[in-house]
């Protein structure tokens, strides 16, 4: 089950990559690449990322719980601290970005190449 667990974690990173890589290509070919649209886009990548990192916590908890040593759950211990900090700090990234988004301002300038 954690095998299937970490595909998932897998397929998810893929659809979120493919969906980041559409929107930059898209952005930059429609003359439309902005710093807000950069931002967006990193955003919704940024989500996708937050979930697969709680698919590979969850595959990690469940090896655990089978045949759990103590090896094994100082392991577990380290990556969900690790995961947890990388989880709370994209996250709040996210917020940021988001509230940013919500005050108006001046219209993102094009990013020239």
Known sequence: ?????EIGAV?????GGTQALWGVLGAVFTGQATELRGRQIWLKFATWILLA?????????LRTAVAPTWEDIWKLAVIA?????????LAKDIAAFEAQ?????????????
């Open 81 to 89: 601290t690790i995961r947890t900090m990388l989880n709370y700090f």
């Open 101 to 113: 988004d919500a005050v108006p301002g001046p219209p993102a300038k094009p990013v020239s190449s």
């Open 1 to 5: 089950m954690a095998l299937v667990i």
């Open 11 to 15: 397929i998810v990173v893929i659809i």
């Open 53 to 61: 990192l709680e698919f590979a916590l969850a595959a990690d908890i």
